[in-house]
């Protein structure tokens, strides 16, 4: 499986920058976890073979630029866009996001193959598809309604918390996956701001150690993601001193294979 975490920004030269300020995972240049940088920063081709993603969270860092990935594809779209998130996640994406206010309620369009854009609900705890990935989705601990998936092809898993602080659920699938390859866990905060990340529901490298005791199994790599792009060095310094093996951040624009 090739992972990549979009970059977020540019430099001047057009090489992208290491800050993730807004989160959109490519999984096989096919399926998105998450879509903040969607619009931004995928190359060419992946524009032409994305055409399925797993919206977590409406966060906006993580639905950014969706509305315009949508709109800049949208004459030449010839199947929908396939949304995939829980009923109160397409919800709140209808009521806040694609409500004629904001943008336009794309579900309701068609170009002339077509609609779209399609929403698909997904179910909680229970096994689905999307494209050639199985995909697993369980509630985490955030402030609006996210869940974080364990997504599998035939050879390798890997599980993304999203935006969450101490979980139970999510722990108890990510234990049940023998042959876990990767953990992308998110670690936004840095220790001395844990007074923000409690009431935001986010981890610090602290809070993040104490989790990581709840794995029951090794050996898998841990990718750290979801830094703020500010306190990024502080926290790699504090994931770094935690000591614990293949726990790593990940790097914005790298392609990952697992
Ligand atoms: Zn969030
Ligand atoms: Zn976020």
Redesign the pocket.
């Known amino acids: 499986m090739r992972i990549q975490l979009l970059p977020s920004t540019f430099d001047a030269q057009g090489v992208a920058t290491l800050e993730q300020r807004?989160?959109c995972f490519v999984i096989d240049d096919c399926v998105a976890v998450?879509a903040?940088s969607i619009a931004i920063a995928l190359n060419g081709e992946q524009r032409n073979t994305v055409r399925d993603i797993i919206v977590t969270?409406p966060?906006?860092?993580?639905i950014a630029s969706l509305p315009i990935f949508i709109d800049d594809l949208y004459p030449s779209l010839r199947q929908p866009m396939r949304i995939y998130a829980t009923e109160e996640v397409i919800g709140l994406l209808e009521r806040d996001v694609f409500n004629w206010n904001v943008y336009p309620r794309f579900s309701d369009l068609k170009n002339d193959y077509g609609p779209v854009m399609e929403y698909i609900p997904i179910p909680i705890g229970e096994p689905f598809r999307v494209a050639h990935l199985n995909v697993v989705a369980v509630p985490v601990n955030?402030i609006v309604p996210t869940v974080g998936l364990v997504v599998s092809d035939a050879q390798t898993s890997v599980a993304f918390s999203?935006?969450t602080a101490e979980t139970e659920e999510f722990w108890k699938i990510v234990n049940e996956m023998k042959g876990l390859d990767a953990l992308l866990i998110?670690a936004?905060f840095p220790d001395r701001l844990s007074k923000l990340a409690h009431v935001s529901r986010?981890f610090t490298p602290a809070t993040l150690g104490q989790e990581l005791k709840k794995l029951t199994h090794n050996g898998m790599d841990i990718m750290a993601v979801?830094l703020k792009p500010s306190y990024r060095e502080e926290i790699i310094q504090q994931l770094n001193a935690l000591n614990i093996p293949r726990l790593k951040a990940m790097e914005p624009g790298r392609v990952y294979e697992w």
């Open positions: 807004l989160t998450d903040g969270h966060h906006m860092d993580h955030h999203s935006d998110e936004s986010h979801h």
